[in-house]
């Protein structure tokens, strides 16, 4: 069984950058969601896509927004990047009607 | 609105003592409890949820969490620490009775374990 795998590991923009971030499901799971950690806070929710569609989403700007392909892997895509978009992006999968959510190590960005 | 509290930023303990993490939460319905563990430049490892049942929860690691209706707590507990068990303990709870709400997470506890 493969866990959830997330890409790049790091990354560095400047403002006003676009930056897209990837990420596999665990096998099986058909629901994605994604968080924002920022330095010292727990994660907070972005948005979740279940079989393709948005399913729910957070207090964040549409300048974030999210996709969900056909195999349940999914990405996070940021345009206009601020400073304070400087965090780990954290992808999490589960399987419908699981409450377990699997995260994935993150991909850390940095906003110059 | 549910909401996740984790008291204390640190928690320092002597290696074979007992470790408690302790968390509050509040939700308008019945909750979905959940601890998770994240070790330095990784992402959230799971520990152990209450659902529905058995008030004591046990998970990985040695771990077990008792669920309290009545306090709205549901600290992390180990009877004997170890020094790997040093790491950010994260309390997160959603609503059951609440449709499709999100998972909410504290702003985690930082566990140090002393030799």
């Known amino acids: 069984e493969t866990g959830v795998t997330q890409s790049p590991t790091h990354l560095i923009k400047t403002r006003g950058q676009q930056v897209t971030l990837r990420c596999s499901s665990q096998s099986g799971h058909n629901t994605v969601s994604w968080y924002q950690q920022a330095l010292g806070q727990g994660p907070q929710f972005i948005f979740q896509?279940?079989?393709?569609?948005?399913?729910g989403r957070g207090n964040f700007p549409p300048r974030f927004s999210g996709l969900q392909f056909p195999n349940y892997s999914s990405e996070l895509n940021v345009n206009a990047l601020e400073l304070d978009d400087s965090a780990l992006y954290l992808c999490?999968?589960?399987?419908?009607?699981?409450?377990?959510?699997?995260f994935g190590p993150g991909t850390r960005l940095l906003v110059l | 609105a549910q909401s996740v509290a984790q008291p204390e930023d640190q928690v320092n303990v002597a290696e074979g003592n007992p470790l408690t993490v302790k968390c509050t939460y509040s939700?308008?319905?019945?909750?979905?409890l959940f601890w998770y563990v994240q070790y330095p430049n990784r992402g959230l490892q799971f520990l152990l949820k209450y659902i529905t049942g058995d008030n004591l929860v046990k998970g990985s690691y040695g771990f077990e969490a008792e669920f309290n209706k009545s306090q709205t707590s549901f600290h992390l507990k180990k009877p004997s620490a170890l020094v790997s068990d040093s790491a950010l303990y994260f309390c997160?709870?959603?609503?059951?009775?609440?449709?499709?709400?999100?998972?909410?997470f504290g702003k985690g506890t930082r566990l140090s374990v002393i030799a």
């Open positions: 997160a709870v959603r609503d059951m009775d609440s449709g499709n709400t999100p998972l909410v």
């Open positions: 999490a999968s589960s399987l419908d009607g699981e409450e377990t959510q699997y």
């Open positions: 896509y279940y079989r393709e569609e948005e399913n």
């Open positions: 939700v308008s319905g019945n909750p979905y």
